[in-house]
C-alpha cells in the first residue's frame, strides 16, 4: 500500500496550523520555539511527500529534510540558549515581559 500525496499534505497542513496557533497565542517562550519547531517539521513532511510523488527513486527531498532538520537543531540549541539567559536575568520565560529592546 503507497500513501498518497493528498495525506501528507493534509497531515502537513494540521502540523503547519498548529504552529501557527501554537506561535500566535502562546505566552511562554518554550512554547513558542516547540511550535515553530512544528512549523518546520511540517515543511518536512511537504519536502518529503511531493520528492516521492515526483520522483520515487531520487531522494531529493529527503536531503532536504535532513538540511532542514539540521538548521532545526541548531535553531533550538540558541533559542533555547537564549531563553535560558534571559530567565537568570529576569526570571521569567513570559513573552509578554521580554522589554529587552524598548527605551
Do not use: H
Request: glycine share 4%; proline share 1%; charged share 15%.
Amino acid at each position: 500500500m503507497e500513501l498518497q500525496l493528498q495525506y501528507f499534505l493534509l497531515l502537513a497542513a494540521a502540523l503547519f496550523c498548529i504552529g501557527i496557533y501554537g506561535l500566535i497565542t502562546s505566552r511562554n517562550a518554550v512554547r513558542v520555539l516547540m511550535s515553530i519547531e512544528l512549523l518546520l517539521n511540517a515543511v518536512n513532511l511537504n519536502l518529503i511527500g511531493f520528492s516521492n510523488f515526483l520522483d520515487p527513486v531520487a531522494i531529493k527531498g529527503q536531503v532536504f529534510a535532513v538540511f532542514v532538520l539540521t538548521v532545526a537543531a541548531a535553531e533550538a540549541a540558541v533559542g533555547l540558549a537564549i531563553i535560558l539567559a534571559i530567565y537568570r536575568n529576569r526570571e521569567t520565560i513570559d513573552m509578554e515581559q521580554f522589554n529587552l529592546l524598548k527605551w
